[in-house]
């Protein structure tokens, strides 16, 4: 069974620019969840998808835009970035929804965004 | 609104000791589920354990073991006979209903000295 992975493992930008960070999710999962984690807090939720649409959005700016694809794997892009963009961006997927099984979301090991 | 509460910043401990990590949460929902998170240095977020708000039995799993009390509305963690491996940051989190999102606590970060 293969774990959450996350790509790239680090990443460096500048203000303004953008990024695109991906999640390819266990096997056999069908919802994709994507957190913010700055340094010395928890995990913030961005948002989630399940079967490809938006299922539930944190307190984030629309610059932060997510997809879904057929295969359950995900992408979480951000516009313009500023300088509290940097922290670890978590994936996390579970199997939700019309399961039976109680979600818990099993964490890939992230991406550390840092913004100049 | 609903809340984690995770008070004990930093725990320091030196091994074999217990230790007990506190986990107090706000939801004025009667379904909810509750977790705890390990977070190694490595950044990864380690499932331990799921509790619903129905069962309220505690679980003991090793040296972990949790204590579920809707009464006070707190779900802790007490680790026995710690060791340098359970050096990490722990989270306490909170999901309302299935599907939905994780509200995490701020997070203890412990350190087990040898």
């Known amino acids: 069974e293969t774990g959450v992975t996350q790509s790239p493992t680090h990443l460096i930008k500048t203000r303004g620019q953008q990024v695109t960070l991906r999640c390819s999710s266990q096997s056999g999962h069908n919802t994709v969840s994507w957190y913010q984690q700055a340094l010395g807090q928890g995990p913030q939720f961005i948002f989630q998808y399940y079967r490809e649409e938006e299922n539930g959005r944190g307190n984030f700016p629309p610059r932060f835009s997510g997809l879904q694809f057929p295969n359950y794997s995900s992408e979480l892009n951000v516009n313009a970035l500023e300088l509290d963009d940097s922290a670890l961006y978590l994936c996390?997927?579970?199997?939700?929804?019309?399961?039976?099984?109680?979600?818990?979301?099993?964490f890939g090991p992230g991406t550390r965004l840092t913004v100049l | 609104a609903q809340k984690v509460t995770q008070a004990q910043t930093e725990i320091s401990v030196v091994e074999k000791e217990d230790v007990t990590l506190d986990c107090v949460y706000e939801?004025?929902?009667?379904?909810?589920?509750l977790f705890w998170y390990k977070q190694p240095p490595s950044g990864e977020l380690v499932f331990l354990i799921r509790?619903?708000?129905?069962?309220?039995q505690n679980e003991i799993s090793g040296r972990y073991s949790w204590n579920f009390q809707k009464s006070t509305s707190s779900f802790n963690f007490t680790i026995t006979a710690s060791q340098v491996v359970d050096s990490a940051v722990y989270f306490c989190a909170l999901i309302l209903n299935q599907g939905g999102k994780l509200i995490f606590g701020q997070g203890t970060e412990l350190s087990v000295k040898p």
């Open positions: 996390a997927s579970s199997l939700a929804i019309g399961s039976g099984k109680v979600n818990e979301q099993f």
């Open positions: 939801t004025r929902d009667t379904t909810y589920y």
């Open positions: 509790r619903n708000s129905f069962d309220e």
